[in-house]
């Protein structure tokens, strides 16, 4: 696979898709055809069988060249790469009944095979807390019935199946459960997505009212997913941060090109503000593959979990920081809608507001600093 030439296409592109607010068709036609929706899916069952740090080297790059599409590859990423890389024992400590370990490989294989996942978390009333999630399943004889309203699900429509936060509804405790819900009849999309930045992830709203079979439960377990966030964060916390990183990277590179073709890259101030985004850049890049090869090597330990949230904040913050500055170095005519520094400066501003939120991620690093316990306060 030629992972640069496939990133120049998808940077080509990006405009197009972002003015248009549409799905990346094309990208996502690339990305099957490399086989990167099988990038974390064993080699047994057709895939790469990528590490986190394999994920976060090729999610850098796909970020540079176009971050919505990026951002919805994440989502999938995150959904095969939890699935992939649970180790069986864990899940059978949690109670898992062996029937899961098959529906698991169907999943993961449909995805060597060019199926597409998305997350559907977020909720208006509840943000991204999952304690707070509204949405419901109930048993039913056969498996379960789950109902409820979904926002800001990237990918929406496009997806072959969406991964879904919900609560039992039988339950007074927040008992939060993990569904792989097929798109098809009971799954509405609701065409909401009209917003600043990453316009072409198509974040729609999700109605659901639809009945489920019983390994449709991820990991064949009730009640999993808030203790899954605190002791597995890399999935829920920072896999977006590889996608900022690129982004931030694509900043420097557009900005260099405009700077240049317009006589501008002598100015002292110029090659101030460019020189400073680049060691931030360079900086946040490294926290973040320190952060991936932490998950890789020593996955779920309190050090690698530390890496995890500050590469999440540093992440989020220097790709916000870079655009605003070489916008400004760039000058008004870099603002006209189409210019790829006008989308990336909308772009970055989203992954501060991403969860785990940068004041969030800072709050949660503070308590670290100060020896306290930073999962004594419910995240999520
Ligand atoms: C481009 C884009 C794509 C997205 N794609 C998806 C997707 O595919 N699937 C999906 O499920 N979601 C997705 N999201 C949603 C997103 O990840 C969050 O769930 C969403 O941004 C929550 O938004 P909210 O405005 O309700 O804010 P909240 O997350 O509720 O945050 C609002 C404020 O409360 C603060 N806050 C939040 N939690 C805490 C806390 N525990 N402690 C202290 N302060 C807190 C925040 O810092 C912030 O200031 C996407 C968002 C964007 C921008």
């Not at 109670?95 to 559907?120: M, N, Q």
Request: proline content about 4%; glycine content about 10%; hydrophobic content about 45%.
């Amino acid at each position: 696979m030629d992972l640069p030439a496939l990133v120049d296409r998808m940077s080509g592109r990006a405009s197009k898709y972002d003015a248009a607010g549409e799905f990346p068709e094309e990208d996502f036609a690339d990305l099957r055809d490399a086989g990167l929706l099988g990038l974390m899916v064993p080699p047994r069952l057709g895939g790469t069988g990528a590490s986190f740090a394999d994920y976060t080297d090729v999610a850098v790059q796909l970020g540079s060249g176009a971050g919505a599409t990026a951002l919805i590859f994440n989502m999938h990423a995150s959904v095969t790469g939890a699935l992939a890389h649970t180790p069986d024992e864990l899940v059978r400590q949690f109670g898992a009944p062996e029937s899961f370990f098959a529906s698991r490989d169907r999943v993961l294989a449909a995805a060597a095979e060019g199926a597409l996942y998305a997350v559907a978390m977020s909720e208006r009333e509840a943000g991204s807390r999952l304690s707070k999630v509204r949405t419901a399943y109930e048993r039913t004889g056969s498996g379960f019935r789950i109902t409820g309203a979904k926002t800001f699900v990237s990918g929406a429509g496009h997806a072959d199946a969406y991964l879904v936060a919900a609560r039992d509804a039988t339950s007074g405790e927040p008992r939060i459960s993990y569904f792989l819900v097929p798109a098809g009849p009971g799954v509405r999309v609701r065409p909401t997505w009209d917003s600043l930045g990453m316009r072409a992830t198509t974040s729609h709203d999700l109605d659901l009212d639809v009945e489920v079979d019983e390994d449709a439960l991820v990991g064949g377990i009730e009640g999993a997913a808030l203790l899954l966030a605190q002791v597995m964060p890399q999935w829920l916390v920072a896999s977006y941060a590889a996608v900022y990183v690129g982004v931030a990277r694509s900043v420097l590179r557009h900005g260099a090109a405009h700077l240049t073709e317009r006589g501008l890259h002598t100015l002292p101030m110029v090659r101030a503000r460019m020189g400073r985004a680049d060691v931030q850049v360079a900086a946040a890049e490294l926290v973040v593959r320190r952060a991936a090869r932490q998950v890789t090597d020593d996955p779920g330990s309190p050090e690698t979990n530390r890496w995890v949230w500050r590469a999440k904040l540093i992440a989020g913050d220097t790709a916000a920081e870079v655009a605003f500055s070489v916008l400004e170095a760039a000058g008004a005519s870099a603002t006209r809608r189409g210019h790829p520094l006008e989308r990336l400066y909308r772009d970055a501003r989203c992954g501060a507001l991403q969860p785990a939120t940068s004041d969030v991620c800072a709050d949660w690093l503070g308590a670290a600093a100060l020896g306290d316990n930073p999962d004594e306060v419910t995240r999520w």
